[in-house]
């Protein structure tokens, strides 16, 4: 085995030195970013992911919504798009035309609450929240109906409890991070996202209204008032940049982390629903000479 990894190598190592002097391209999907820009996250991902290879120029693409980035994917506007693990995990299940290109380790990344930062009185009832159902082991049960056992069926929405004459929170939700952010096709919010508020509202005796908006206004739609609170901005917890964390929002303590990204590209055709046979030199040709191999 070891023979034909090296052998496998040196046949890459033989081909790209006859294509060192091309520059090659890979453009990224991502979902909109609410504190960058494009080029200016492109630069914070090769300096946090990207190999050793001069010959390789990455282009990043924002998209407000999933399922736009996933029509840029599906007519070559894009080679990849970039998702945390478990969404990518759930979009890959619910689309057999996606299969993973790449597993990207992070220092670590989370989903947190977004507030306008003049409502510090709500920011802290949320952390008091997410602190009681942490210890009380309720967004870890949470997590494992919702995100650690998925089985291909859509979530269902969770009723949220209603208290005569207390003050109503309204709550912008995307649909644009299944299953955590979850809209189901009838435009219904479900699963995950409307377990936690829910939990949350029982917990501050305070009513829940659901707000759904593309994933690119979330920050407009606070900043307007038609939303008190954001149900996720991604934050590197490492705490370097904050590229989806603008100014003039605050943040929650984060309810949801992982470390990984997947990227997913358009599966392969195979005849005849034959196994796929990894082969190392297609696959690091795929990668790094992706205009010439396509």
């Known amino acids: 085995m070891k023979k034909v990894f090296i052998a496998a190598l ?3 190592l ?39 290879n001069e010959a390789l120029e990455i282009i990043v693409r924002f998209y407000d919504t999933l399922s736009a980035m996933q029509m840029a994917l599906n007519s070559g506007e ?7 693990d478990a969404i990518a995990k759930y979009v890959m299940a619910m689309n057999p035309d996606y299969e993973a290109a790449l597993v990207l380790r992070s220092n670590g990344m989370g989903l947190a609450f977004g507030f306008r930062d003049d409502d510090t009185e709500l920011q802290k009832e949320f952390n008091r929240a997410l602190t009681y159902m942490r210890n009380n082991w309720i967004l870890a049960a949470i997590e494992g109906v919702y995100i650690a056992s998925p089985n291909g069926e859509t979530p269902a929405p969770v009723k949220f409890k209603y208290f005569d004459g207390a003050p109503a929170i309204k709550v912008a939700v995307t649909g644009d ?7 189901a096709p009838d435009g219904t919010p479900a699963g995950f996202n ?10 501050l005796k305070r009513n829940i209204e659901l707000v759904n908006v593309d994933s690119g206004a979330r920050t407009a739609v606070l ?13 590197d917890t490492s705490g370097k940049i904050q590229s989806d964390v603008p100014d003039g929002v605050i943040l929650s303590d984060h ?7 997947i ?7 195979r005849k005849n629903d034959a196994p796929r046979q990894w082969d190392l030199s297609h696959e690091l040709m795929e990668l790094f000479y992706w205009e010439r191999t396509r």
Not at 24 to 46: C, D, H, P, Q, Y
Not at 194 to 200: H, N, S
């Open 223 to 235: 900043a307007s008032g038609r939303a008190d609170v954001v149900f996720w901005y991604e934050v």
């Open 78 to 84: 894009i080679n990849q798009m970039v998702l945390p």
């Open 263 to 269: 990227h997913l590209k358009k599966a392969e055709k």
């Open 194 to 203: 409307t377990a936690v508020l829910a939990e949350i509202g029982m917990f």
């Open 255 to 261: 309810y949801y982390g992982w470390y990984n990204f």
């Open 10 to 12: 040196l046949l890459f």
């Open 177 to 183: 991070l299944p299953p955590i952010d979850f809209i």
């Open 14 to 52: 033989c081909v790209s030195s006859s294509f060192a002097a091309e520059r090659k391209v890979i453009t990224l999907g991502l979902l909109s970013k609410m504190n960058s820009s494009e080029e200016r996250f492109a630069e914070v991902w090769k300096r946090t992911f990207a190999p050793d």
